[in-house]
């Protein structure tokens, strides 16, 4: 049964907690089933209540009230520690995921199951201390009216069980529903990161913005709308349903029992009473079951991506072999290719390589090519971003593996041509950034603008050119033995292309830095070392600038 997996993860994850949280809810159930059988006797008793009865009332009310007092008191510290848990889970999974695993999945996926699926699953995990306290009281109840009327009761339990047939039946469909509203909520999340990113874009053209609006927002959001719709007339249908056979049960009690089985008026009095004292916490459960079946569904998804990204591994993060060596890193990719997946419609899949290339320590080295021809590939094959389809690439001489892969990215410092500028410099040493930080600012004349305090810029806020050159301080401040620059100078005026070619790239070589940059500024290669040209993922031409 899939609603038995969220209790699953809730056990799994309790710590204990939630076994308090469930004991709580039960003994608050057990408190008003008792204060029930109670109030009935004392109701059907035709002589004064003794004062005994009086104080049980008592007791048995404020041991209600303080468990529930108890149950609701633990509930924000679990729901949030558990939801806390499982959000830093997820975040460590996806940066460990493979790139193009997560680049196939889609960023409007992952984003909806990193909020949305999230607060689903917290709702449904508040739900539980509740529906726990309701049960209890369910089946306290129905044990106090076994204990009235055994043949009354097993009648009650046939229609009961199958008025919850249908019941769970309307449930089935209405769980389906939920699934393709889950789904498209996460289409239409991937349209609002489009607007946001595109937002400038869409601005200046009134009929792209329209066509995205109407055919892509409206078409989605409709779409979600519908199954939304359709789930909770589902509930409604379930819930008109579950409303008539409990008044067909209490008609059954009134005007069936007395001629078929004779019950005497206590017995008569209790059933009602009790099925009328019942009516509060089973409309109460009705209404928790929608909010635990989209806490299931978000489950399923959490664990859906959580399987995805188990399933093809994290890097190691420790490889002595390729790291931890004294001699500056030499990189050579022996016959490496890359084939990304194939697409409907699309024939023969790009791909990069076989390529043969070495790359030595205080080298610069041009990258050029057109587009499409596997500049960008190239980048995030070399940079272990990309697990190669066939090949290999050696550090030293030591071929890398998935053991060493995550070590191997730490030699690189990237600024991707769609780089995204962090504000807080994180895993920068402290000492590094109070003695070269104001350097490399006033280098690239950014220290007008930008200083850094507390181990974080103090703006980003900036223009795209000097985002860029922010980036390259970051490069600088990280000081890794490989330097990889995608296309840096594009936005950059004319000074600063000069400045960026001219003395900083040689800068950076004369400090025994491997040095790549893509980039189309051919009146710039007589600087480099080698010029590698890309065409069709292959590579068309390397030509040797300076004497190897």
């Not at 249908?237 to 409303?243: D, F, G, P, V």
């Not at 100078?489 to 000069?498: G, M, V």
């Not at 040095?515 to 065409?535: A, M, N, P, W």
């Amino acid at each position: 049964m899939r609603s038995w997996r969220l209790f699953g993860f809730l056990l799994q994850h309790a710590r204990g907690t939630l076994w308090w949280l469930v004991g709580a809810g039960l003994a608050a159930g057990v408190f008003s089933a008792a204060l029930l059988a109670l109030i009935n006797r004392t109701l059907a008793s035709q002589a004064q209540p003794a004062w005994w009865l009086a104080i049980a009332f008592i007791a048995l009310a404020l041991g209600k009230i303080v468990a529930s007092f108890g149950a609701q008191l633990m509930l924000a510290r679990f729901t949030q520690g558990t939801i806390l848990e499982l959000s830093l889970t997820l975040a460590r999974k996806v940066l460990d995921a493979p790139l193009r695993m997560l680049e196939r999945r889609g960023p409007g996926h992952i984003l909806t199951t990193l909020t949305d699926d999230v607060s689903a699953l917290a709702w449904a995990v508040q739900c539980i201390p509740q529906l726990a306290m309701n049960i209890a009281i369910v089946i306290g109840c129905g044990l106090y009216l076994a204990w009235l009327s055994p043949p009354l009761f097993a009648a009650v339990v046939m229609v009961t069980v199958a008025g919850t047939a249908v019941y769970y039946w309307q449930h089935t469909r209405a769980f389906r529903v939920i699934h393709r509203a889950r789904d498209e909520r996460a289409t239409l999340n991937g349209h609002f990161r489009s607007l946001t990113q595109g937002l400038k874009e869409l601005m200046l053209h009134a009929g792209r913005r329209d066509a995205f609006l109407r055919d892509d927002v409206r078409a989605a959001a409709q779409a979600f709308r519908r199954s939304n719709l359709g789930a909770t007339s589902r509930y409604a249908m379930a819930e008109a349903w579950t409303q008539l056979l409990y008044h067909a049960l209490i008609a059954l009690v009134l005007f069936g029992a007395p001629l078929a089985v004779a019950p005497t008026p206590e017995v008569l009095t209790g059933y009602v009473f009790a099925m009328l004292y019942l009516m509060s916490p089973v409309w109460s459960i009705i209404g928790t079951v929608p909010t635990v079946a989209r806490g299931q569904v978000a489950l399923q998804a959490i664990e859906r991506l959580g399987v995805e990204l188990d399933s093809h591994g994290a890097s190691a993060l420790v490889a002595e072999s390729v790291t931890s060596t004294a001699r500056p890193p030499a990189l050579a990719l022996r016959a490496v290719s890359f084939q990304y997946e194939a697409e409907p419609g699309v024939s023969a899949p790009f791909q990069l390589g076989p390529l043969d290339i070495e790359l030595r320590p205080g080298e610069l080295v041009f990258v050029a090519g057109g587009n499409g021809s596997g500049k960008s590939t190239l980048v995030k094959v070399l940079c272990g971003l990309y697990t190669p389809s066939s090949g290999r690439i050696e550090v030293n001489g030591v071929a890398l593996d998935d053991a060493t892969r995550g070590a191997y990215r730490e030699l690189f410092s990237v600024v991707f041509s769609d780089f995204h500028l962090f504000r807080a410099l994180h895993g920068i040493e402290p000492e590094r950034l109070q003695r070269e930080a104001a350097h490399y600012l006033r280098q690239l004349q950014l220290e007008a603008k930008v200083s850094v305090r507390d181990g974080a810029y103090s703006t980003i806020d900036l223009s795209q050119g000097q985002r860029k050159r922010l980036a390259l301080v970051t490069a600088y401040l990280e000081d890794r033995p490989i330097v990889v620059f995608d296309e840096w100078a594009a936005d950059q005026d004319p000074e600063y292309k000069r400045i960026f070619y001219a003395r900083l790239l040689p800068e950076l070589r004369e400090r025994g830095k491997t040095v790549i940059v893509i980039t189309h500024d051919d009146r710039y290669f007589h600087l480099g070392d080698r010029v590698l040209k890309l065409e069709d993922g292959r590579i068309a031409a390397a030509e040797a600038l300076q004497p190897a």
